[in-house]
């Protein structure tokens, strides 16, 4: 699997509705491509997860792989990403003022509570073909068929 362009990856739960809009806002507010993505429930999403000590048994959080090596889960893992954005969506990161507590608290209800009231998928999200570079499993198989694999 080819991270090795020291770009950050951020793990979702792909069935979830809520979760790919967070993804599609991602994509719209980074046009210099700085984060790539990998569903929790991907092949790529399992192993990442696997080879920074996380349990992928239990996808309830969005994880950001930053380009450091360091490793971000729930509300830090979200104004994370807001750091890489353009415009006034660079302003959730100033949601680092408010408690980390507090912050995960709010953070779980959603999560708990996405499926409810955002709804979900039968399957993983399907990047558009022009985008298919920015999804570690999607170009991993692309460049798998490419040579032949």
């Known amino acids: 699997m080819d991270i090795s362009n020291n770009k950050p990856v951020l793990l ?11 993804v599609n806002y991602v994509i719209d507010h980074d046009p210099e491509s700085h984060i790539r993505f990998a569903p929790l429930q ?13 349990d992928s048994e239990k996808p309830d959080s969005v994880v950001l792989l ?15 990403v807001a750091a890489y954005l353009k415009g006034l969506p660079r302003l959730l990161r100033m949601g680092v ?3 980390r507590t ?4 709010i953070y779980d209800l959603v999560a708990r509570n996405r499926y409810r009231w955002f709804g979900r998928r039968d399957q993983c999200r399907m990047p558009d073909p022009g985008l298919k570079d920015r999804f570690l499993e999607m170009s991993d198989q692309t460049r798998e068929e490419e040579e032949g694999g």
């Open 12 to 22: 979702f739960d792909g069935v979830c509705n809520l979760c790919n809009g967070w």
């Open 42 to 54: 991907s092949r790529a999403g399992e192993k990442l997860l696997e080879a920074h000590g996380l």
């Open 66 to 80: 930053d380009r450091d090596n360091r490793v971000y889960e729930r509300s830090d893992a979200v104004l994370r």
């Open 97 to 99: 003022m408010v408690p």
């Open 102 to 105: 507090l912050r995960n608290l």
